[in-house]
């Protein structure tokens, strides 16, 4: 499928997304350089240096996933990481299917699921989007790359997608894979190209509410992060 994406955000708020983005590059790198080890919502995760880590927004989609829930649940873990909401995931539901494009998130990703002992419940797959994905979900979890540009490396394609491929392509294809009570869990912030994640919604008839949000300031710009619910 493809498409031609063009920001819906301003000009200037769009060369400070690449300002701060650069920085957060650059720290995240510094950061990463080694393996590191994260307690989270009761739960720990060892993350490899090209798989993004925890931050300290990663709660407002973590606790929505465990709000939201069932025991009878099909869960999609997307761009699973990790595999944090996996993770989080199977602590209620006994089917879970956690995808990743970066091949070191896959195995990172298997082995939280083992070292947190729900590795009977996860399913990890490498899968560009829906690629190798089949069947209906009850619940599809997404924390998509907020960024629009081209990945340096394997840790950044944590936080970029060029032009919003992998983005536009799970939105054109969601619906496909969800059961008709099916919902979605998405976790996106203004440091990112937010309208045109809400043109992608609208696109697709998605009725959304927020269920989580918090605002920050970065560099003297409030950005604000949103874990919105679709039905």
């Known amino acids: ?29 510094a950061e ?12 720990t995760l060892v993350v490899p240096p090209e798989v993004q880590p925890i931050t300290g ?3 407002l989609l973590g606790e929505a996933v465990l709000a939201e829930v069932r025991a009878d649940d099909r869960v999609l873990d997307m761009g699973t990481g990790c595999g944090v909401n996996a993770v989080l995931a199977a602590s209620t539901a006994t089917r879970v299917l956690a995808v ?9 990703a298997r082995r939280n699921a083992e070292l947190n002992g729900v590795a009977d419940r996860v399913e990890v797959r490498q899968s560009d989007v829906f690629a190798d994905v089949h ?15 081209a990945p340096r490396d394997l840790l950044e394609t944590a936080t970029t997608d060029p032009d919003y491929r992998a983005m536009t392509t799970f939105f054109h294809q969601a619906r496909r894979h969800l059961t008709s009570a099916g919902r979605m869990l998405i ?3 203004s440091s990112g190209d937010l309208p045109y994640l809400r043109h992608l919604i609208d696109q697709q008839g998605f009725a959304t509410e927020v269920v989580a949000q918090q605002e920050l300031a970065r ?3 409030s950005v604000g992060y949103f874990t919105f619910r679709l039905t």
């Open 1 to 29: 499928m493809s498409h031609s994406y063009r920001p819906m955000v301003t000009p200037e708020h769009a060369e400070r997304i690449r300002r701060w983005h650069e920085r957060a590059y650059e720290a995240a790198k």
């Open 32 to 43: 990463a350089a080694s393996e590191q080890t994260f307690t989270y919502l009761g739960r």
């Open 57 to 59: 927004m990663s709660h």
């Open 100 to 108: 990743d494009i970066n091949p070191v998130a896959v195995e990172a």
């Open 135 to 149: 069947g209906e979900f009850d619940l599809i979890v997404f924390d998509p790359p907020f960024r629009w540009f």
């Open 187 to 189: 976790f996106f912030g």
């Open 219 to 221: 560099d003297g710009w």
